[in-house]
């Protein structure tokens, strides 16, 4: 079982194998590839740093506990109709999003996100309602 905030729910729609760091990227892309080809794992939504978090490199702003980051936590389970403490099944996220969210939801919940002006999480979300899996990344 992973662990994950809300907004990394979104990230991992999005996510093409950039990160912060090659330890960053290496842990995002085992659990972006474990999620892709076991849509059955379970997630458990937790309140702030997440597995994901536990691999942001030293070099830099940690932004992991900023107000704003839990902002957007907040806003995307809402939308999503998801709580923390919750113990979900990947696939049921993905129904989730399907029912709850559009592309068009990142520009406004993810303003002020450094990522969003790739559009990758909007094709991401885009694709998820075209029927298409998450992406295959390589190593």
């Known amino acids: 079982m992973y662990k994950l905030r809300g907004h990394h729910l979104f990230c991992l729609l999005g996510y093409r194998g950039m990160g912060y760091s090659a330890e960053y990227v290496q842990n995002m892309t085992k659990l972006h590839q474990t999620l892709r080809k076991n849509p059955d794992t379970f997630v458990q939504i937790v309140d702030g740093p997440d597995q994901l978090c536990e691999k942001y490199p ?3 702003k940690y932004h992991c506990l900023d107000s704003h980051i839990y902002d957007r936590d907040s806003a995307f389970l809402e939308k ?3 709580h923390v403490g919750e113990i979900i099944r990947w696939r049921d996220i993905e129904t989730a999003i399907l029912t709850h969210a ?3 939801d990142i ?3 993810c303003e002020t996100c450094s990522w969003r002006s790739y559009g990758v999480c909007e094709e991401g ?3 998820l309602h075209e029927g298409k899996p998450l992406r295959e ?3």
């Open 80 to 82: 999503l109709g998801l």
């Open 102 to 104: 559009m592309p068009s």
């Open 137 to 139: 990344i390589k190593d």
């Open 107 to 109: 520009p406004i919940i």
């Open 58 to 60: 030293n070099s830099g």
């Open 125 to 127: 979300i885009q694709e």
